[in-house]
């Protein structure tokens, strides 16, 4: 039974340029959040997908957004990217509609780092 | 704003000695309450959870303890290994929110 996986691992890229990263939930999860988790800090919460739609969100800028495809998997883009973005992305799969309170499964991450 | 802290960043145990990993929190709204491990170059693991309507919950070595009145929550390791070392992360949130996590406290265990 396959975890959360995400690609890339690392990724790195250049201020202004665009990044994609990509996420498989957990096997019988549909539901997708993204974290980012600066170095030495606790993840904070970018936004979740259910349904193929976002449904709740975090103090992030519009240059964060995201996409969930019928199979759960999901994708977050970043736009104009600034020397603030490094960290490592995680993204999360859960099961259940929001409001049902479940463990979050974590994937390994990727390390975004932005030169 | 409502934030998930812990009270200390690290703690250093002997191998086979209990740990005590301390959590506060501050939004009396929330109701379940998540443990994670992270290891270097991996994602936070599940470790246990517990809703506010227990105080206590036990798992393999590890148990939760939850003390609403003064919004507490701390983690036990019992016989702590080496394979324990990593950082810890308390986490919350009430139905319908996003889940929020603390800094964490890096836990070492000496041989």
Redesign the interface.
């Known amino acids: 039974d396959a975890g959360v996986t995400q690609s890339p691992t690392h990724l790195i890229k250049t201020r202004g340029q665009q990044v994609t990263l990509r996420c498989s939930p957990k096997s019988g999860h549909d539901t997708v959040s993204w974290y980012q988790q600066a170095l030495g800090q606790g993840p904070q919460f970018i936004f979740q997908y259910y349904e193929e739609e976002e449904r709740q969100r975090g103090n992030f800028p519009d240059r964060f957004s995201g996409h969930q495809f019928p199979n759960y998997s999901s994708e977050l883009n970043v736009n104009a990217l600034l020397l603030g973005d490094s960290a490592l992305y995680l993204c999360a799969s859960s099961y259940g509609a929001e409001g049902r309170n479940s463990p979050l499964h974590f994937g390994n991450g990727t390390r975004l780092t932005v030169t | 704003g409502e934030s998930v802290g812990l009270h200390l960043p690290t703690l250093s145990v002997q191998e086979g000695d209990n740990s005590i990993i301390n959590c506060a929190y501050s939004n009396s709204a929330s109701?379940?309450f998540?443990w994670?491990k992270q290891e270097s170059?991996?994602?936070?693991?599940?470790i246990i959870?517990i809703?506010s309507n227990m105080d206590k919950r036990q798992g393999q070595r590890v148990t939760v303890l939850l003390n609403k009145t003064v919004k507490h929550l701390s983690l036990q390791i019992a016989a702590t290994q080496p394979g324990d070392s990593a950082v810890y992360?308390c986490?919350e949130?009430q139905?319908?929110?996003?889940?929020?996590?603390?800094?964490?406290t890096t836990l070492s265990v000496s041989s």
């Not at chain 2, 170059?41 to 599940?46: A, D, E, R, S, V």
Request: glycine share 20%; no cysteine.
């Open positions: 109701d379940y998540i994670y170059g991996k994602g936070p693991q599940f959870d809703r992360f986490a949130n139905a319908g929110t996003a889940l929020i996590f603390g800094k964490g």
